[in-house]
């Protein structure tokens, strides 16, 4: 087997769940090319990854424009094609590249997102060995770049407060991060830094000239610049999302996953040096995409799954293990 090709359109904590794949495939096999198909939102995070020969992006999900990028494809001639996703659009966009051979995703809670991705490959590569970590390779010249606009003078913690709306029980009430951001700041006198999208800033810009130890830095990054600010960080704190399986696959931080709908054992952080914290509720996990249950009267913006995990919690977290020592 000479060349193969992995299809996963996103979102983008599933590519970079999906990273340990080609990196034990490729650490098997140093001589086997691996292509990517992705979306256009991860797809940075893994352009430079030298463990890949080639990334494509998706510019739509029309059959139309599948049906052509199928063509381009079926050129490269694939010995085997990865096929991550589930959906009928994506089966026949693989089956229409015509790879010698086609494995197919299928999703098993049973397992973690890391441990099914490479299940999925297991039948053709049955040597091939999961790593207890993640890597992005985030290029060192777009570290050095963020770096001279990171303050690095004292611990830097990354309260990411913002979440994918598409499903509840992921937001953590923006009250206690401000109640955490203010413990931190008392007893470790430590940067906090406020990331997000361009979208985001307008919910955010509330913590500019908070506290002068916080930095609002949303909408001022590429998702690659921003996660060249994540290796940079000492503590990153955030709902389960994107960002934060960004920053668990990147250089450094503890990362500290609050987690409500959700199961941890499918979506937790993967790695030996996080954390993950759930509320003790009888309906957790129920991984809804709309809670069910009465909000308390103060509950204005998140589940009662999310609200009762308090900042003290966290704080119990960083101070218990020496994260910001």
């Known amino acids: 087997m000479k060349k193969i090709l992995i299809i996963r359109e996103g979102a983008i904590g599933d590519v970079v769940h999906s990273t340990n794949l080609y990196r034990c495939i490729k650490e098997k096999y140093p001589e086997i090319q691996i292509d990517y198909v992705t979306g256009k939102a991860p797809a940075p995070l893994i352009q430079n990854d030298s463990r890949l020969n080639r990334v494509f992006v998706l510019e739509g999900k029309k059959y139309s424009y599948l049906i052509k990028l199928a063509a381009k494809l079926r050129q490269e001639k694939y010995d085997l094609i990865i096929n991550l996703q589930t959906s009928i659009r994506f089966k026949v966009f693989a089956a229409l590249i015509f790879g010698k051979k086609i494995v197919t995703y299928k999703k098993d809670f049973s397992f973690h997102a890391v441990e099914n991705f490479l299940n999925t490959a297991k039948p053709v590569f049955k040597d091939i060995e999961n790593h207890n ?130 199961p941890i054992g499918r979506t937790g952080l993967w790695g030996i040096n996080h954390f993950a914290l759930s509320a003790d509720l ?43 020592v």
């Open 282 to 324: 009888d309906c957790i996990p129920c991984n809804r995409r709309k809670c069910t249950q009465k909000h308390e009267s103060n509950q204005t913006e998140t589940d009662p799954c999310m609200y009762l995990i308090e900042p003290k919690h966290v704080f119990s977290v960083i101070k218990d293990n020496d994260l910001l």
């Open 133 to 262: 970590d993640l890597i992005l390779e985030i290029p060192q010249e777009v570290v050095e770049k963020v770096s001279k606009d990171i303050p690095t003078d004292k611990k830097l913690v990354v309260l990411n407060t913002e979440v994918s709306k598409t499903r509840q029980g992921r937001k953590w009430p923006e009250k206690y991060f401000k109640e955490l951001a203010l413990k931190l700041i008392e007893e470790y006198d430590c940067n906090i830094l406020i990331p997000g999208s361009k979208e985001d800033f307008e919910v955010v810009k509330e913590f500019e000239n908070w506290h002068e130890n916080v930095k609002v830095i949303a909408g001022k990054y590429s998702i690659l610049e921003s996660a060249a600010v994540f290796s940079l960080c000492n503590v990153f704190v955030s709902g389960d999302t994107g960002p934060l399986h960004i920053a668990s696959a990147v250089k450094n931080p503890y990362c500290i996953g609050l987690y409500g709908a959700a």
